[in-house]
């Protein structure tokens, strides 16, 4: 079974940073994407950030210039560097996990169709 555990939510002021990190479980051979997910309360689940297992980014708009995401492959681990947070980043921050190889039981699967999730991590940009 895959699971993703985040890491790095808090209290931060206006203008402050924060990063999260999110790393899978150890029989994770391959992941193809990764991403930040976010919801505010009263608000749909909104795309942050993806990466591909190459490296390509994509961002959603009010986040651009503001946010970085990267991602260590031999560590299954993705991050999300945030700077210059404001009052409307306030959310939690989901990470996701998509197009999986592991190893299980003495077998390799490889699961194309599950979107993964972490547990959820609270961000709060508050003065």
């Known amino acids: 079974q895959v699971q993703l555990v985040e890491s790095g939510g808090g209290l931060v002021q206006p203008g402050g940073s924060l990063r999260l990190s999110c790393t899978a479980s150890?029989?994770?051979?391959?992941?193809?994407?990764m991403g930040w997910y976010r919801q505010a309360p009263g608000k749909e689940r909104e795309l942050v950030a993806g990466?591909?297992?190459?490296?390509?980014?994509k961002y959603v708009n009010s986040v651009k210039g503001r946010f970085t995401i990267s991602r260590d492959n031999a560590k299954n681990t993705v991050y999300l560097q945030m700077n210059s947070l404001k009052p409307e980043d306030t959310a939690v921050y989901y990470c996701?996990?998509?197009?999986?190889?592991?190893?299980?039981?003495?077998?390799?699967?490889?699961?194309?169709?599950?979107?993964?999730w972490g547990q959820g991590t609270q961000v709060t940009v508050s003065p």
């Open positions: 990466i591909t297992s190459s490296g390509g980014t």
């Open positions: 150890r029989s994770i051979l391959r992941i193809d994407h």
């Open positions: 996701n996990a998509g197009g999986v190889q592991y190893y299980s039981g003495g077998y390799y699967y490889t699961d194309s169709s599950t979107e993964y």
